[in-house]
């Protein structure tokens, strides 16, 4: 489920209301899927000059599917922040109940286009 934030564009400052996720569970709601790789969660379009941005921070996606628990933390140098590993491993465990097995080894993602290309290609939980 989505919180409402306040956010600034970073291209224009002006300053608006936007929903940002922070756990994904594509087990529980299969459509995050779409909805993420089209672009509609955590990058929203500014209404005053319509700039696309990357709002919010570090968020997990849990896909069963695959088997897999994508960490995502954006980092321009590649290099996730230890502590922002951590703040996801604790919202993990209180998220998700039922430990899983590979839940041990989440995947580290740190760019949105990786991201991407990541959750399209679906498969078999190997990254």
Same mark, same amino acid.
């Given at each position: 489920?989505?919180?409402?934030?306040?956010?600034?564009? +970073?291209s224009?400052?002006?300053?608006?209301y936007?929903?940002?996720w922070?756990?994904?569970?594509?087990g529980?709601? &299969?459509?995050?899927? !779409?909805q993420?790789?089209r672009?509609?969660i955590?990058? &929203?379009?500014? &209404?005053?000059?319509?700039?696309?941005?990357?709002?919010?921070?570090?968020?997990?996606?849990?896909? +069963? !599917?695959c088997?897999?628990?994508?960490f995502?933390? +954006?980092?321009p140098?590649? !290099?996730?922040?230890?502590?922002?590993?951590q703040l996801?491993?604790n919202?993990?465990?209180?998220?998700?109940?039922?430990?899983?097995?590979?839940f041990?080894?989440p995947?580290?993602?740190?760019d949105?286009n990786?991201?991407?290309?990541?959750l399209a290609?679906?498969?078999?939980g190997?990254?």
């Open positions: 489920m989505p919180l409402r934030v306040s956010c600034v564009c +970073p224009c400052g002006h300053q608006f936007t929903e940002i922070q756990v994904l569970d594509l529980e709601e &299969p459509g995050l899927r !779409e993420l790789l672009g509609e955590n990058l &929203p379009f500014c &209404p005053h000059c319509g700039s696309a941005f990357l709002a919010g921070s570090e968020f997990l996606i849990h896909d +069963p !599917e088997k897999r628990v994508i995502f933390i +954006p980092a140098s590649g !290099e996730a922040d230890p502590a922002s590993i996801l491993r919202t993990l465990s209180v998220a998700f109940r039922r430990k899983k097995r590979y041990k080894r995947v580290v993602v740190t949105w990786e991201l991407m290309l990541l290609e679906g498969g078999d190997q990254y």
